[in-house]
C-alpha cells in the first residue's frame, strides 16, 4: 500500500513538473533559478531534519558521496534538462527522460554487478526506435546543429547524469544513510556548486516577479523537489532502481496531457509511433517473462470458458 501511495504521488509530481519547468524559463537564466529552487528546498529538507532531531554528522567519504549526489540528482542534471527544454516541449523532453528506465538497469549492473535480463535489450531497442520516431523529421536529415536534435541530446544527457544520482541514492542506503538526511545534504551542496556556477558563469541574480514563475518555482522545490525526491528514494530503498522506475513509465502519459491543454501540443503520425513505442520499450523492460506468460495463460483460461 505505501509503495503504491508513493507510486502515485511521485508519477503526478514528477509528471507535472515538466510544465511548472516551462514557466521558469525566460526572464531568469536557468541556473540562477536552480540556485533559487535548490536553495529554497535546503532549508526546507534542514527544518526538516533539525525538527525532527535527526543525525547529520556523516564521515568524509559519506560527504564525498552527498556532493555526488548532489551533481548527479540536485543540480547539474536539472541544468542540463532546463536547457533541453529551450529547445523542447515539456511532452517530448519527458518522453526522452523515460529512457532513464534502461539506464538504471544498466549502470544497477555497472555498479551493483546485477544481471541484465535478455527483456530488456528488447526494451531497450524498442525504447530506442521510439526516439528515433520522435524525433524523425531532424533525424531523416541528418541535421545535428538543429533545436531538436541538440533538445534531445541534452536531454538524453541529463538523463544520464540523473541516472548516476540514482545509483548514488542506492549506494548511500546501503550504507544506512537515512533518505532525509542524504537529501538534505545533497541538495545544500547542489545549491551551493550551482551557486559556484552561477557565479562562474557571470549570470545576472535577478527575480521575476510574474506569479507563474514564483508560484513555479514554489511548486518546483517543494513539491518538485523535497516531496517527490523523498517518495521516490524511498521507492529506491524498498523495492530497487528498477522497481521504482515503474514511475517513469508514466511521467510522460502526465506530461503530454498537460502539454496539450497547456502548450498546444500536436500530436503527429511519428511523434504516435514514437509515444507507443518507448512506452512498450519500458513496459516489457519492467515485466518479467514469467509474468507475461501468466497473463497469456489467464487469457487462454478465459477463452476455454
Not at 10 to 19: A, F, K
Not at 155 to 161: K, P
Not at 166 to 182: A, L, P
Request: aromatic fraction near 14%; proline fraction near 3%; hydrophobic fraction near 55%.
Amino acid at each position: 500500500m505505501r509503495s503504491t501511495v508513493l507510486y502515485i504521488v511521485t508519477v503526478l509530481i514528477w509528471g507535472s513538473t515538466w510544465l511548472a519547468i516551462e514557466f521558469q524559463l525566460g526572464v531568469v537564466a536557468p541556473e540562477v533559478s536552480l540556485v533559487y529552487r535548490f536553495s529554497i528546498a535546503a532549508l526546507l529538507m534542514w527544518g526538516y531534519c533539525l525538527i525532527k532531531k535527526l543525525p547529520m554528522k556523516f564521515c568524509r567519504k559519506n560527504h564525498l558521496f552527498f556532493m555526488v549526489l548532489a551533481c548527479c540528482n540536485f543540480g547539474f542534471n536539472y541544468l542540463i534538462l532546463y536547457w533541453a527544454q529551450n529547445y523542447l516541449t515539456s511532452a517530448m523532453t519527458s518522453i526522452a527522460f523515460s529512457t532513464l528506465l534502461v539506464m538504471n538497469i544498466i549502470n544497477t549492473r555497472i555498479f551493483f554487478g546485477k544481471p541484465i535480463a535478455p527483456r530488456i535489450f528488447i526494451g531497450a531497442i524498442l525504447g530506442l526506435a521510439g526516439i528515433v520516431a520522435l524525433f524523425w523529421q531532424d533525424v531523416k536529415s541528418l541535421d545535428f546543429a538543429s533545436e531538436a536534435i541538440i533538445g534531445l541530446s541534452l536531454s538524453l544527457a541529463g538523463t544520464f547524469v540523473a541516472s548516476l544520482g540514482n545509483m548514488t541514492s542506492v549506494r548511500n542506503t546501503k550504507n544506512n544513510i537515512g533518505i532525509m538526511q542524504g537529501n538534505a545534504w545533497g541538495m545544500l551542496y547542489g545549491s551551493l556548486f550551482l551557486l559556484i556556477f552561477t557565479l562562474f558563469n557571470g549570470s545576472e541574480f535577478n527575480v521575476d516577479t510574474r506569479l507563474p514563475y514564483i508560484v513555479s518555482l514554489l511548486y518546483l522545490s517543494l513539491f518538485g523537489t523535497v516531496i517527490a525526491f523523498a517518495c521516490y528514494f524511498v521507492l529506491l530503498k524498498d523495492i530497487g532502481p528498477e522497481k521504482a522506475s515503474y514511475s517513469v513509465v508514466l511521467f510522460p502519459v502526465v506530461a503530454v496531457t498537460l502539454s496539450m491543454i497547456f502548450e498546444g501540443f500536436v500530436w503527429q503520425t511519428s511523434t504516435v509511433i514514437g509515444f507507443v513505442l518507448v512506452l512498450t520499450g519500458n513496459v516489457i523492460v519492467l515485466t518479467p517473462i514469467d509474468k507475461i506468460k501468466a497473463f497469456f495463460d489467464v487469457e487462454k483460461v478465459v477463452e476455454q470458458n
